[in-house]
């Protein structure tokens, strides 16, 4: 079946402009998470998503950035105001749970890379 | 609270040397926990997993056992190839407010040299 898409693959902008990346996940997959890797770098948690639950934003950076979901579809991180440092690859993956206490291994998307110029 | 340490890298090994990736864990409760690759220009994809105490997770000849008396999940293969070139993630996932969250642990190179 179709694993996690996320768009687009590749953005460059300008500092200080908006962007938006969207992430499709697995279809029916509850929980939802948002990753940043800067070159070389491990996985940096930024937001996480379960189900009709409150978010847990508790890795966003700074309050330019921002994350939206739609009951358990479609995802979008919003940066505000690019700055270079935000340059990176973004990673979003779903899971879904197994049961009251287990949840499934992540499933990746393939990164959207974005580099502000 | 959670979280998850491995060893630094860049490992450099010669083919067909034994490796070893160390990896322990802070959590409460029972976690299961998790080794992620990511190949070169790649995404990251699951390698092999371990849900309770003495499971051992397998995969491609990588193996790890989940040792709750350690704290640890190490990762083995006890002969690598070129091709097992990689950034590899340990990682476990616990119960936090109820929700299960993921923690990864910075992620180790590894080169493997013909």
């Known amino acids: 079946g179709a694993g996690v898409s996320q768009s687009p693959s590749n953005k460059v902008t300008e500092k200080g402009k908006d962007v938006e990346l969207r992430c499709d996940p697995i279809s029916g997959h509850t929980a939802l998470y948002w990753y940043r890797q800067r070159l070389g770098q491990g996985l940096e948690f930024l937001i996480y998503?379960?189900?009709?639950?409150?978010?847990?934003k508790s890795g966003l950076p700074s309050d330019r950035f921002s994350a939206e979901r739609t009951g358990e579809s479609v995802s979008t991180l919003t940066i505000q105001r690019t700055q270079q440092e935000d340059s990176a690859v973004y990673l979003c993956?779903?899971?879904?749970?197994?049961?009251?206490?287990?949840?499934?291994?992540?499933?990746f998307g393939p990164g959207t890379r974005l580099t502000v110029t | 609270g959670n979280s998850v340490t491995q060893m630094e890298g860049p490992v450099t090994l010669s083919e067909e040397a034994f490796l070893t990736i160390n990896c322990t864990y802070t959590a409460t409760g029972y976690p299961s926990l998790f080794w992620y690759v990511q190949y070169p220009g790649e995404g990251l994809q699951l390698l092999l997993k371990a849900t309770k105490a003495d499971d051992k997770g397998s995969n491609k000849g990588f193996e790890a056992t989940y040792r709750k008396e350690t704290t640890s999940f190490h990762l083995e293969k006890g002969s690598v190839q070129v091709s097992d070139s990689a950034v590899y993630f340990c990682a476990l996932s616990g119960v936090v407010y109820n929700f299960n969250k993921f923690y990864f642990g910075s992620g180790t190179k590894l080169n493997v040299k013909p």
């Open positions: 993956a779903s899971s879904f749970r197994l049961d009251r206490t287990e949840e499934s291994e992540q499933y």
């Open positions: 998503f379960q189900g009709n639950s409150a978010p847990d």
